[in-house]
């Protein structure tokens, strides 16, 4: 799986204490959320974030760091821009800003899932591979 991270999991060393078997695939920009500082770092509806792009088949040790069994992140799936060979889609872990003491709101209705998931199918929102600013 490729996901894209942006808080802890860009630290090769607390990634290294967390997954066996990984890469950081390059630096990433994440279109369409921006990061939220709370807690720990989340992200909200609009603008961008620079982070990078992970590559692991560790994925249940990911969803426990980022406690998606709790509900404090959940993991979504957004389009992801690179070249071929690539997976088409990227995951993202957005936390819930009340948990977070984060100041942001999503809109709709519904549970934060619920909510995370119309606003991504409503808007285009996708990880570029790439430094947005170096094109490379």
């Known amino acids: 799986m490729d996901a894209f991270v942006y808080g802890t999991l860009t630290e090769p060393a607390r990634v290294g204490d967390l997954l066996d078997s990984f890469v950081f695939v390059g630096p990433a920009t994440l279109r369409g959320l921006h990061l939220v500082e709370g807690r720990?770092?989340?992200l909200a509806p609009g603008g961008e974030t620079a982070g990078r792009l992970l590559r692991t088949d560790e994925v249940s040790a990911l969803d426990g760091y980022e406690r998606v069994d709790d509900g404090l992140y959940v993991r979504v799936t957004v389009p992801l821009d690179a070249p071929?060979?690539?997976p088409p889609e990227a995951a993202v872990y957005v936390g819930e800003p009340d948990r977070l003491d984060a100041n942001t709101t999503w809109p709709g209705a519904g549970s934060f899932r619920d909510r995370v998931t119309d606003y991504l199918a409503?808007?285009?929102v996708a990880?570029?591979?790439g430094d947005r600013l170096t094109g490379g």
């Open 40 to 42: 720990y770092p989340t």
């Open 127 to 129: 990880v570029r591979l």
């Open 122 to 124: 409503a808007n285009d």
């Open 84 to 86: 071929d060979g690539y």
